[in-house]
């Protein structure tokens, strides 16, 4: 297998890519990964002086369009779809089709980017998603919603939204309804802003060590309150 590039210093040119690519896929050309570039299926980065500088996930990308060509003959458009998906934490099917929500994995077993050629990605599912992934009625969705305890970033929602609309469900079955839940919230926040004041605002890995030491135990004072 070839190496990849060494993005460390700002990238590599697109001659350094070609070179890398050309390992795989012989046909490859310069006219070839600029005509890719021109319909936004990669984006690399430029300098002052106007050069590309493609980082080792856009040399990842390129491989993902090219091998989708020659092994799956999918036109640009279904492969620019798949990207997206990708983008947004979803794996692509055989089929050529982007994973339906209903076939997402639980949250904790995601896939990391990197089995999809693509670096940094986390799951963002629009509302529709969101609800076939956790099972969950528009009423249901709505009213969580009406309560903070599920928030959209932006125009998605991330993993977690998953687990939390699951185990609202759980509970509307033993007949506890979102309204009720509001203390999981509070403590949230309360818990979230304590750790925040010792890591700082930026997550990090250690914000991610506190958050699992918070959830066990936030989960043993639950227990340890509860009639033996």
Same mark, same amino acid.
């Given at each position: 297998?070839?190496?990849?590039?060494?993005?460390?210093?700002?990238?590599?040119?697109?001659?350094?890519?070609?070179?890398?690519?050309?390992?795989?896929?012989?046909?490859?050309?310069?006219?070839?990964?600029?005509?890719?570039?021109?319909?936004?299926?990669?984006?690399?980065?430029?300098?002052?002086?106007? &050069?590309?500088?493609?980082?080792?996930?856009?040399?990842?990308?390129?491989? &993902?369009?090219?091998?989708?060509?020659?092994?799956? &003959?999918?036109?640009?458009?279904?492969?620019?779809?798949?990207?997206?998906?990708?983008?947004?934490?979803?794996?692509?099917?055989?089929?050529? #089709?982007?994973?339906?929500?209903?076939?997402?994995?639980?949250?904790?077993?995601?896939?990391?980017?990197? *089995?999809?050629?693509?670096?940094?990605?986390?799951?963002?599912?629009?509302?529709?998603?969101? #609800?076939?992934?956790?099972?969950?009625?528009?009423?249901?969705?709505?009213?969580?919603?009406?309560?903070?305890?599920?928030?959209?970033?932006?125009?998605? &929602? *991330?993993?977690?939204?998953?687990?939390?609309?699951?185990?609202?469900?759980?509970?509307?079955?033993?007949?506890?309804?979102? #309204?009720?839940?509001?203390?999981?919230?509070?403590?949230? *926040?309360?818990?979230?802003?304590?750790?925040?004041?010792?890591?700082?605002?930026?997550?990090?890995?250690?914000?991610?060590?506190?958050?699992?030491?918070?959830?066990?135990?936030?989960?043993?004072?639950?227990?340890?309150?509860?009639?033996?």
């Amino acid at each position: 297998m070839a190496s990849k590039p060494d993005a460390g210093a700002g990238g590599s040119s697109i001659g350094e890519v070609l070179q890398v690519l050309r390992a795989e896929f012989a046909d490859v050309t310069i006219s070839k990964i600029r005509f890719l570039e021109a319909e936004g299926l990669v984006t690399p980065a430029r300098t002052a002086s106007g &050069y590309r500088k493609f980082s080792a996930a856009d040399v990842d990308r390129l491989r &993902y369009v090219l091998t989708a060509q020659r092994d799956q &003959y999918l036109p640009l458009k279904v492969i620019k779809e798949h990207l997206a998906a990708i983008d947004r934490g979803l794996r692509p099917t055989p089929g050529g #089709r982007p994973a339906a929500p209903e076939q997402l994995p639980e949250p904790a077993g995601l896939p990391a980017a990197e *089995d999809f050629g693509v670096h940094g990605t986390e799951l963002k599912l629009t509302r529709d998603e969101l #609800r076939a992934a956790a099972g969950i009625s528009a009423e249901l969705l709505a009213e969580l919603e009406s309560h903070s305890l599920l928030v959209a970033r932006g125009n998605h &929602y *991330d993993g977690d939204a998953i687990l939390i609309a699951r185990a609202a469900a759980e509970f509307g079955r033993h007949g506890v309804e979102p #309204r009720h839940l509001r203390p999981f919230r509070t403590a949230a *926040d309360r818990e979230a802003g304590l750790i925040e004041q010792v890591t700082g605002p930026r997550r990090t890995e250690r914000t991610e060590e506190l958050a699992a030491l918070a959830v066990r135990l936030h989960a043993a004072l639950v227990r340890a309150r509860l009639p033996r």
